[in-house]
Nanobody, 117 residues
Framework: QVQLVESGGGSVQAGGSLTLSCLASGLDFPRYLMGWYRETPGKERELVARIFYGGTPGYGDSMKGRFTIARNNSLNTVFLRMNNLQPEDKGVYYC???????????WGRGIQVTVSS
């Protein structure tokens, strides 16, 4: 049974930072494309960042330069470092694991990030 458990969310003021973690179990972690997505008020779920098997990262347009994704295959964990958070970054962040970009994969339950101005 695949499980993705997010942690590290919370509340910060604008300009602050948070680091999210996602611990995966029940899958062959190094063989999975890992990603973070988010749902913000009034918008559909969108890609925040993803990291491929070999460690190559990709980011959503509004996150470039502020967010950094990394993975530790020994710990079955993917991280998301978020700097200079803004109120528009407020939302629920979801961890995702998939074998290929075109597949849906597995989802965590989500974790809340709140940014106050």
């Amino acid at each position: 049974q695949v499980q993705l458990v997010e942690s590290g969310g919370g509340s910060v003021q604008a300009g602050g930072s948070l680091t999210l973690s996602c611990l995966a179990s029940g899958l062959d972690f190094p063989r999975y494309l890992m990603g973070w997505y988010r749902e913000t008020p009034g918008k559909e779920r969108e890609l925040v960042a993803r990291i491929f098997y070999g460690g190559t990262p990709g980011y959503g347009d509004s996150m470039k330069g502020r967010f950094t994704i990394a993975r530790n295959n020994s710990l079955n964990t993917v991280f998301l470092r978020m700097n200079n958070l803004q109120p528009e970054d407020k939302g629920v962040y979801y961890c995702n694991a998939r074998r290929a970009v075109s597949l849906e994969g597995y989802w965590g339950r989500g974790i809340q990030v709140t940014v106050s101005s």
